[in-house]
C-alpha cells in the first residue's frame, strides 16, 4: 500500500537537475577557466534554487533554512550555495584564480549535499538507498562536462566529459541493480542509450554529445524526484489474532 | 523520565475511524489533512485474504528522521519524546514530509472549508499559522500539559489524554507513559505481543500494535 508522494513536484525536481548541471559545470570550471562558464553555473543553480524558493510554503521564511547545518543536509546545501555564489561573483569580478577554486570546491559540496539530500528522505525508498549518492553526483558531473563541451574542446574537457558519462552508467546500473521502478525504465534506458552510448559514440560532435548526456540526465532525476517517489506505505509484520482478547 | 506513547490494539480495531473524526474535530483540521488516520489494509493474497484496520498518524519516533532533515529547526523533539513543530519557523519545504517513513505530515498553501464557504465553527477554529508549514498529530500536546499541570495522569483521566484515545469506541486505542512500569500502556505491552511500524528502519516509534497474547 504506498502512494507517490506530492509534496516535492517539478520546482523541487528543478534544484537537482539545474543546480546539478550548474554545480558540476563549475567543478568543470578549474578546466575551463572561463569567466563564461562560471557565469552559466551560478545562474543555472540560481534558476534551480529559485525553483525550490517558489515551492516553499513560507517564502518570506526562507532564511530559516540556514538554521540546522549541524544535521539537515539542506541547511548544508544552503550554506554550500552562499559559498559558491561567493566566491563565483567575487572571482567574475577579481578574476582570481583561487575564487575560481574556491567555486568550484563550494559547487562540489553543494552536489554533495543534493545527493546525501535525498538519501536522508527515510519515507522514499527510491531515494534513501545508499546507491541514490554516487547517482546524484555522478549525473551532476555528468551534466556539468556536458555543458562544458560548449566553452571548450580540449583533451582534458573531452576526457573529464568520457570519464564523467561513463562513471554515471555505472553509477545508474548500480542504483538500478538496486531499486526497482518502473517510473525510471524509460528515461534510464535513455540514459544508458542515448545519453551514455550514442554520447560516446558521437564523442567528435561535442555539442551533440553534451545535449544528450545533458538531456537524459535531467529527464532521469526529474522522474527520480517526481514519479519514482513512492513511499514506504504500510505493511503488518504480524496479523491481529482477534477473538484472543 | 516520561516516554509517552500510543498502543493500537489491532484486535479491537473495527476501523471505524471515530478517532478521525475525533482528532478533526479536537485540532480543527482543514479537508483532507487527518492527523489520526484508520487505514484498511489487506494482507495476502486471493484467496487467502485478510483485513486489518490500522490506526496510523505521527509515531512520535525516538530517533525522528522529520527533525533531522529539518532545515529551520522548527521540527524538535520534547524531553517526553512528543515530537512538535514550530510553526512560526517552519518554512513549508516539506522534507520532512517526505522524510516521515509513516505519511504523518501534510501541508496545506491555503485555506479551504469542507462545503465551499466557512462554517461558523470553522471560522472560529481557523488556524492561519497552520498554512503553508508542516503540520501533524501532536498527541494533543496540550491536552496533556494543562492536564498535568491539573494534577491529572494523561492515558487515565480523559481531560488530559489524546482526543482520538477518548473517542475510540472499541477501546483499541491507549495512551500514557512507557517508562512507567505501573502504567496501562507498560501493563498492556507486558501481557501481549506487539511490533512496532517499520521497525528495520531504527525510527524507533512510540506507536505500539498489539496482536496477540503473550504466550
Known amino acids: 500500500m504506498r502512494w507517490l508522494q506530492r509534496h516535492w513536484d517539478a520546482r523541487a525536481a528543478a534544484n537537482f537537475t539545474f543546480g546539478g548541471a550548474g554545480s558540476g559545470l563549475l567543478v568543470c570550471s578549474v578546466l575551463l577557466q572561463e569567466p563564461y562558464a562560471v557565469a552559466l553555473g551560478l545562474t543555472l543553480m540560481a534558476a534551480g534554487l529559485g525553483a525550490v524558493w517558489l515551492e516553499i510554503g513560507r517564502k518570506l521564511r526562507a532564511a530559516n533554512v540556514f538554521f540546522n547545518p549541524f544535521t539537515s543536509w539542506m541547511s548544508r546545501e544552503s550554506l554550500a550555495a552562499v559559498a559558491v555564489f561567493a566566491c563565483g561573483l567575487s572571482f567574475l569580478v577579481f578574476r582570481e584564480a583561487v575564487l575560481l577554486y574556491g567555486a568550484a570546491l563550494a559547487a562540489a559540496a553543494f552536489l554533495w549535499c543534493q545527493a546525501r539530500m535525498l538519501h536522508a528522505a527515510k519515507g522514499i525508498p527510491a531515494w534513501r538507498a545508499p546507491q541514490t549518492v554516487p547517482l546524484i553526483v555522478a549525473t551532476g558531473l555528468a551534466e556539468g562536462t556536458s555543458l562544458a563541451l560548449l566553452f571548450s574542446a580540449d583533451t582534458a574537457v573531452l576526457a573529464a566529459f568520457a570519464l564523467a558519462v561513463a562513471a554515471r552508467f555505472l553509477a545508474w546500473r548500480r542504483y538500478r541493480a538496486a531499486v526497482a521502478s518502473e517510473a525510471l525504465e524509460a528515461p534510464g534506458k535513455a540514459l544508458v542509450w542515448i545519453g551514455t552510448v550514442a554520447a560516446l559514440a558521437l564523442f567528435l560532435l561535442t555539442p551533440l554529445a553534451g545535449l544528450a548526456a545533458l538531456a537524459t540526465g535531467w529527464w532521469l532525476k526529474l522522474a527520480l524526484v517526481t514519479r519514482a517517489s513512492l513511499n514506504q506505505g504500510f505493511s503488518l509484520p504480524h496479523l491481529p489474532v482477534r477473538g484472543a482478547r | ?215
Open chain 2, 1 to 215: 523520565m516520561t516516554r509517552w506513547a500510543m498502543i493500537a490494539d489491532l484486535r479491537r480495531c473495527v476501523g471505524c475511524q471515530t478517532c478521525t473524526a475525533a482528532c478533526r474535530q479536537a485540532n480543527a483540521t482543514p479537508p483532507g489533512v487527518q492527523w489520526r488516520r484508520v487505514v484498511d489494509l489487506e494482507v495476502g493474497e486471493y484467496p487467502d485474504v485478510k483485513r486489518a484496520f490500522v490506526p496510523v498518524g505521527c509515531m512520535h519516533c525516538e530517533d525522528p528522521p522529520c527533525m533531522h532533515v529539518c532545515p529551520s529547526t522548527a521540527t524538535r523533539k520534547r524531553a517526553d519524546g512528543i515530537v512538535t513543530i514550530d510553526y512560526d519557523l517552519c518554512i513549508g519545504c516539506a522534507y520532512c514530509a517526505v522524510a516521515c517513513p509513516y505519511q504523518a505530515r501534510f501541508k496545506v498553501d491555503r485555506q479551504e472549508f469542507a462545503y465551499g464557504g466557512s462554517t461558523e465553527d470553522e471560522r472560529e477554529n481557523l488556524h492561519p499559522d497552520r498554512i503553508g508549514v508542516a503540520t501533524k498529530c501532536t498527541f494533543c500536546v496540550d491536552r496533556i500539559d494543562a492536564g498535568l499541570a491539573r494534577g491529572l495522569t494523561p492515558g487515565v483521566d480523559p481531560e488530559a489524554t489524546p482526543a482520538c484515545v477518548n473517542s475510540c469506541i472499541a477501546k483499541a486505542l491507549h495512551f500514557g507513559d512507557a517508562e512507567n512500569p505501573a502504567s496501562n500502556v507498560s501493563q498492556l505491552l507486558a501481557e501481549n505481543q506487539f511490533f512496532r511500524m517499520h521497525e528495520e528502519l531504527g525510527t524507533g516509534p512510540g506507536f505500539y500494535y498489539l496482536w496477540d497474547r503473550r504466550p
